[in-house]
């Protein structure tokens, strides 16, 4: 109980703080999302490496858009506390009003301390933007509310080509589905790719979607009736240290190029070149994480060839090089 626990709903263990904001008519899926997958995230001996409480503007009731409710006991104090604030969609950001700040709301976001890290699902974002929080920013929200986000916060650059932003300590993000992208991108953040692929296994999810990738592409679903390209990834990944031709690709499905090509796209969303090279960043990532291998090693097992042109294409996709990229990720734990 929140009362049991200094006010907060916090134990003060020394882990990272994240509150999630119930607001009314909450949408329970997008508030079970931060639980479960910051909830899952361990260190290397097993502890949780974060504690995660949900909180509300005033404890009790909290309607939800289905045909439940909730009860939260700990109020905005938790705001207070917090290492990162989480703000899911409400049902009541379709309606007409949606995108003015409540006095309640805005006196319970002024209780976050300055330069702590504050997130949004899906519609989250009216409440972010209208807080003035994403003034100036790149930010991500749903596209079926992109015309309202746009006409009521004109000062925001709203990307419907994306499934997350992050910018300077702001992140949000599209669809319900995409606040999953967003916390293993917090995890992953915080702890490196190790911890976030456990917690994206435990969840049995993709351990990583591109923050850029379209959150709604307008193109036909593909027949379920034509075999899919399956079987030629799972040949990839298992050859990524090796130079990979489309024309191998397609004859891994027994088809031509030019069909294998429209298949992927259909299927991925992507070509199979981009696909390829997203697999061997991946790769070379979780290697540089994970092991004291030479650079030089690492590009070659990882089919760069080349520690200079694995250089260029980690600076290109993520913008960091791979000694500044391991520097980075592992010296929080060494």
């Known amino acids: 109980m929140c009362e049991d626990r200094a006010m907060t709903g916090f134990v003060g263990d ?155 300590g702001v992140l949000t993000s599209a669809g319900a589905a995409a606040g999953i992208d967003l916390c293993l991108h917090m995890i992953r953040t915080d702890h490196g790719a190790a911890v976030a692929n456990d917690v994206a296994r435990g969840t049995v999810v993709p351990p990583h979607r591109e923050g850029g990738q379209a959150q709604y592409l307008n193109r036909p679903v593909p027949d379920p009736r034509i075999s899919s390209t399956g079987r030629a990834r799972e040949w990839a990944l298992a050859n990524l240290h090796q130079p990979v031709t489309l024309r191998e690709l397609a004859a891994q499905e027994s088809t031509s190029t030019r069909t294998f090509t429209r298949r992927f796209r259909d299927e991925i969303g992507t070509s199979p070149g981009r696909w390829l090279t997203q697999q061997r960043v991946e790769r070379a990532c979780a290697l540089l994480e994970s092991t004291d291998l030479p650079i030089d090693e690492i590009a070659a097992s990882t089919g760069f060839g080349t520690a200079g042109s694995m250089r260029l294409h980690l600076q290109a996709e993520l913008g960091i090089s791979p000694s500044a990229y391991r520097t980075t990720f592992r010296g929080r734990d060494r």
């Open 14 to 168: 020394g882990r990272h703080r994240v509150a999630v904001l119930a607001r009314d008519g909450v949408l329970p899926f997008e508030l079970s999302i931060v639980h479960r997958l910051f909830g899952q995230a361990c260190g290397p001996d097993g502890a949780a490496l974060y504690e995660v409480v949900t909180c509300t503007l005033v404890p009790g009731e909290i309607r939800t858009d289905a045909d439940f409710t909730i009860t939260v006991t700990c109020g905005p104090e938790a705001l207070a506390e917090a290492d990162t604030v989480v703000v899911p969609g409400s049902d009541v950001d379709y309606e007409p009003h949606a995108g003015y700040l409540e006095p309640s709301l805005a006196d319970g976001l002024a209780r976050i301390r300055p330069g702590k890290r504050i997130a949004s699902i899906c519609t989250g974002s009216f409440v972010l933007a209208a807080a003035g929080l994403l003034d100036g920013r790149r930010a991500a929200t749903h596209w079926r509310s992109s015309a309202q986000a746009r006409e009521r916060f004109p000062d925001v650059t709203f990307d419907l080509d994306v499934l997350y932003a992050d910018d300077g």
